[in-house]
């Protein structure tokens, strides 16, 4: 299918949107309160502010971190002008990165912090808090993983044809001209591209 600006910046405006609200809940509701248990101790709510990248990682570094959100919203906007022709399943990943990224990057771009509120733990084990943007920058990838590795779309998808020069090449230099009749050596009713039985 052709590629859908609308649908991309949509979808990332919905999660930017589904992300800011989550992250302004959890510091009204959260902040200096105990953890919330959602799901036992499986899935609890419990605030943190990380000056890190996702998931607390490089919290220690004197870097400017939102550069690496502004690079990933850029990375998907180039990826997304040089294939006019992409699936919804690789328009969802993209979409879903650059929702995630840009999430995160109003909040380093305000405070130097992101909001995570998210917690995990199973058998005493527990996850690095998180919060949605992480949870949508990690889908995107996925997904993105998932659809590049199928075969890319064919040119066929944007006039619904292939052209019809394509055919006559497969004659070779000697094949028909265009709007001729069969090839030489073939069967009465048989067009040039169609093999013999």
Known sequence: MKRSYPLLIGVAAALVALDQWTKHWATAHLAFAP?????GDLVQLTYTRNSGIAFGLLADMHFPLWAFSALASVIVLVLASRHPLMTLGRQMALAFILGGAIGNLIDRAAT??????IYLQWNGHG????????????????????????????????????PES????????????????????????????????
């Open 35 to 39: 953890p919330r248990h959602v799901i």
């Open 112 to 117: 130097g912090e992101v909001v995570d509120f």
């Open 127 to 162: 996850f690095p808090v998180f919060n949605v943007a992480d949870v949508c920058v990690n889908v995107g990838v996925a997904l993105f993983a998932l659809a590049w590795t199928r075969e890319p779309e064919g040119n066929a998808g944007a006039s619904g044809a292939a």
């Open 166 to 197: 394509d055919a006559h090449e497969a004659g070779g230099a000697d094949g028909p001209a265009a709007g001729s009749g069969p090839a030489s050596g073939s069967l009465a009713g048989e067009s040039a591209d169609r093999p013999l039985a």
